[in-house]
């Protein structure tokens, strides 16, 4: 099972798969596809401002694209021996960013079609817990390296996948990565459903959850 679990997904990797190879035929560095990635998912959330099912449809199709990218920078950067200290920083705040974005706008633009705030303030709640997780983040990545080099541990510049052991552990890992990874598509089918809204009580709930679960022992170890 675990086994199937590792090839299968996230699905998104094996999109951005297939466009590595296209990005690594054009002088675009690492940093730079991070920095695509921000930007499309910026205009997704701007999308998403105007509420309306075109543009949602519209934003869903870009959000898709900047996770793809998301991908995408990592194994560029593996191919061109780019990866550093900055592009990973650069990685984790783009994701923080588009994240943000996209509930803020999500919410937004539901409450400007409904004409009911409580849409407006669930997108800002779930922003707010995605701010919350970037920045404790940061912080715990920091202890860790301080810690890594106060014990003599060398950092790899490519993390193995290793896989949970216990069923905390795995409930953790399918919340934290691999419904993380591929959220972008769960976006796309509920734009396409016409019901994208839903994600705004789920993420402002969800994104206060995320956060916490970098409290629970071992699960930051885990990586798709």
């Not at 679990?5 to 296209?22: A, D, E, M, N, Y």
């Not at 870009?62 to 191919?79: K, P, Q």
Request: charged letters at 15%; glycine letters at 10%; a negative charge.
């Amino acid at each position: 099972m675990a086994r199937g679990q590792k090839l299968i997904f996230p699905l998104v990797r094996h999109v951005s798969g297939w466009v590595t190879p296209l990005l690594l035929k054009t002088p675009i560095s690492a940093n730079g596809v991070s920095v695509l990635s921000l930007l499309i998912g910026i205009a997704a959330g701007w999308l998403l401002m105007e509420g309306s099912y075109v543009s949602i449809l519209q934003a869903a199709g870009l959000i898709v694209v900047s996770y793809v990218l998301d991908n995408c920078d990592g194994e560029v950067a593996r191919a061109r021996g780019q990866a550093s200290a900055f592009g990973e920083a650069l990685d984790d705040f783009a994701d923080w960013i588009v994240h943000a974005v996209f509930f803020f706008g999500l919410g937004y633009g539901h409450a400007e079609i409904s004409g009911e705030n409580v849409w407006f303030w669930l997108g800002n709640i779930a922003a707010v817990g995605a701010t919350i997780n970037y920045f404790i983040g940061q912080y715990l990545t920091v202890l860790e390296r301080r810690g890594e080099k106060q014990e003599g541990v060398k950092e790899e510049d490519e993390e193995e996948n290793i896989l949970p052991t216990t069923l905390l552990l795995w409930v953790i890992y399918f919340l934290r990565e691999l419904s993380r990874a591929d959220f972008c598509f769960l976006v796309l089918l509920l734009a396409l459903l016409g019901g994208l809204w839903v994600l705004l009580p789920a993420g402002a709930i969800g994104a206060q959850i995320y956060w916490m679960t970098q409290f629970v022992r071992g699960a930051r170890q885990f990586h798709v």
